[in-house]
């Protein structure tokens, strides 16, 4: 029997029922803004799900690259999944604590890397607090397991293929940082970083996607959206943000539609606003 519904998405009760399932592993990719204050380790060793590894969006990246938490290359995803416990065949389920929506991000690493059997957990570690479900402080136990990633380059989009979309407008890039920060009114976070938005882009802040329980909104509700905002879900779509974390929630809500020609542009707004060369809009257009 297949148990898994289509969607990308997990609920609590599929996880507590599956939680000593042995091929099933959890990770906690929860992250945080440099400048919230929280510190995503320590939330973990302080408590999460049962069995819970830490995935660490900042640890498992392209170290040399100058833009923060780039795609690392296959052979260093692999080493790093191994180390987790993430093997072939693994069920892997992916949550985060809210806010910035790291799970996403996991969800969509571990896409690009090959794998298909991955989930988002809906609704996160909050959901799963407020039932009352079961808590841990400890870390599991070390289980090396072999890893076989194969980049699927379909899911990612480059500088190249972002500059070719807003020049031709053949590809929306739908852009999921706050307004503010797409028209251009106040300053990005980081030192060097112009404000405003890619020329043609169409703001979808990755906030709107998720309700006040931090799930994602349902299938209709997310296409309403997207049509309310201007995208066109007939073509395809090149997911932007600050640094390519929250963009993933766009690409997550886009499978949930059933919208598969979707990619994730890894060096977003970090990348294009850091470079004087390229053209910069501020206001709603």
Not at 85 to 91: A, L, V
Request: some cysteine; overall charge negative.
């Amino acid at each position: 029997m297949n148990r898994h519904a289509p969607s990308p998405l997990v609920s609590t009760d599929w996880l507590a029922r599956h939680l000593s399932a042995p091929d099933v592993r959890i990770l906690d990719a929860s992250w945080h803004l440099p400048d919230s204050g929280r510190n995503a380790h320590a939330d973990y060793d302080s408590a999460h799900i049962p069995g819970a590894v830490f995935f660490d969006i900042d640890e498992i990246c392209d170290a040399d690259s100058p833009f923060p938490h780039m795609l690392p290359s296959p052979e260093a995803f692999s080493s790093q999944m191994r180390r987790l416990g993430i093997g072939d065949g693994s069920t892997i389920i992916v949550y985060d604590t809210g806010g910035v929506h790291g799970a996403a991000r996991a969800w969509w690493m571990l896409r690009v890397f090959g794998q298909r059997d991955v989930k988002v957990l809906d609704g996160g570690l909050g959901k799963w607090r407020h039932e009352g479900r079961p808590l841990a402080d400890l870390p599991p136990g070390p289980r090396l397991r072999h890893f076989s990633a194969r980049r699927h380059d379909l899911l990612v989009a480059d500088l190249d293929h972002v500059r070719a979309a807003s020049e031709s407008g053949k590809a929306q890039i739908v852009d999921a940082r706050g307004t503010a920060r797409f028209r251009g009114d106040e300053p990005e976070p980081r030192e060097g970083v112009e404000a405003g938005h890619i020329p043609g882009a169409i703001s979808v802040p990755y906030s709107t996607l998720y309700d006040q329980q931090e799930c994602l909104k349902p299938k209709e509700a997310l296409i309403a959206l997207f049509q309310e905002a201007g995208v066109d879900l007939s073509k395809p779509v090149i997911a932007s943000c600050g640094s390519g974390i929250s963009a993933c929630s766009l690409a997550l809500a886009l499978d949930v539609v059933g919208h598969n020609d979707w990619s994730v542009y890894d060096g977003s707004w970090a990348q294009w606003g850091n470079l004087p060369d390229l053209p910069k809009r501020k206001g709603t257009a």
